[in-house]
């Protein structure tokens, strides 16, 4: 049985039962029932339609979960409207499942376990070990989330941009234990834009994330080496990139900024597709990057923006340039002093370099992030003394 085409159909289902009156926590426990079922009985006996299957008895479940004397007749004569086995209704409510999930009412790690459990169709073990922590403490995590969400109405349109949000942070997670969250929430942002209309206002936005994701995920591979230590971007084999990511990234990309509706998940996207697009650092259309940085900056100020253009500026315009753009920032600012330290080496100041290498590496709190700056400031002492 394809787990992976399994767990694509979980949603759609489990927004049927929530749509037709089940509360999201009592339908989610009918949906993995559903599940369970039929990985007992589909290898000896598959059904036409799988999803109208899984909706027939996850339904069928709720129903009998939640019948009692007092709710009995309408308990009933809901059995009675349901459809007979066939096709599922053409109508995807994947979208409001979407939106449930990632309630502002919910926090954004509770908005992610929500998420992956739901519109994701991973287990409560899966996600737990994604995200370092007991399976109890996930479920219980879990469970509070769909407490909240319980009574909540899906009477208004949704806000694509906090699911959007939500679906950032779980590519950003990476990937631990078996399942890989940035292959997932890949999936699962194809799965919001196939649910989007294109003329939808917040489709370009959503085909950004998309195009952003691709790009992103398509330099993987050279981003580590045997060893397991970080290689920076400008170090990196490109000839590892995954060409055809980042080519469906680039036309997805292009799709979107035709729609002249241009977003923050858009502009960042435009960037890493510039880095994609060039054979070397020094051959990327750095004066494109600060460009695309700049429109970053008029759609919402932020001061990781600037300390990245600040780097672009530096390519584009020369170290000196960049270091005295990053100058009118927080010094405090995380990667500041890192940033600071990359400029100066290419200034040819790698005494100084060496210096904030190794004090950006005191300050770092990701190991990777501080042993790649500890290695970087060995090789500028070595330089510097030479």
């Known amino acids: 049985m394809d787990e992976v085409a399994l767990r694509s159909l979980t949603p759609g289902v489990l927004a049927v039962l929530v749509r037709r009156g089940a509360d999201f926590a009592a339908a989610e426990d009918a949906v993995q029932e559903a599940l369970l079922e039929a990985v007992r009985v589909w290898p000896d006996d598959p059904p036409r339609e799988p999803r109208a299957w899984l909706i027939t008895v996850a339904w069928r479940r709720f129903l009998d979960a939640t019948r009692s004397e007092a709710a009995r007749r309408r308990r009933e004569e809901a059995v009675e409207e349901e459809p007979a086995p066939g096709p599922g209704p053409a109508v995807d409510d994947t979208l ?21 459990r739901a519109v994701g169709g991973l287990t409560t073990r899966q996600i737990a070990e994604a995200y370092l922590v007991p399976e109890a403490t996930m479920a219980q995590r879990i469970s509070r989330a769909k407490r909240t969400v319980a009574d909540v109405r899906l009477d208004q349109p949704g806000d694509v941009a906090t699911v959007l949000r939500v679906l950032y942070l779980v590519f950003n997670e990476g990937h631990s234990g078996d399942v890989d969250l940035a292959v997932e929430a890949i999936r699962l942002t ?17 085909a950004g994330l998309l195009a952003l ?14 060893d397991g230590a970080r290689v ?28 002249d509706r241009l977003g923050e998940l858009q502009a960042q996207a435009a960037v890493a597709a510039l880095h994609a697009d060039a054979p070397s650092t020094e051959e990327t259309d750095w004066v494109q990057v600060v460009e ?17 253009r600040a780097v672009a500026v530096g390519h584009a315009d020369g170290p000196r340039a960049g270091l005295a753009a990053l100058a009118a920032l927080d010094e405090t600012l995380p990667r500041h002093t890192a940033a600071a330290a990359y400029l100066h080496e290419r200034a040819g100041d790698l005494a100084i370099a060496a210096g904030l290498y190794a004090e950006a590496a005191r300050r770092a709190s990701d190991l990777a992030e501080r042993e790649h700056l500890v290695r970087q400031a060995a090789r500028l002492h070595g330089r510097a003394g030479a």
Not at 190 to 206: I, S, Y
Not at 213 to 223: Q, V, Y
Not at 234 to 253: K, P, Y
């Open 96 to 116: 409001r499942l979407y939106f449930l999930c990632a309630h502002p009412s919910l926090t954004p790690s509770s908005a992610v376990a929500l998420t992956l």
């Open 292 to 308: 695309w940085y700049d429109e970053l900056l008029r759609l919402a100020e932020s001061p990781v923006v600037r300390l990245n």
């Open 190 to 206: 194809r799965q919001l834009a196939a649910g989007v209309a294109p003329d939808h206002p917040g489709w370009p936005e959503v």
């Open 213 to 226: 994701m691709l790009l992103h995920h398509a330099r993987r591979p050279a981003r580590t080496a045997p």
């Open 232 to 259: 920076p971007l400008a170090e990196q084999d490109r000839r590892r990139w995954d060409t055809a990511a980042i080519a469906e990234g680039v036309e997805i990309l292009q799709a979107a900024l035709a729609r």
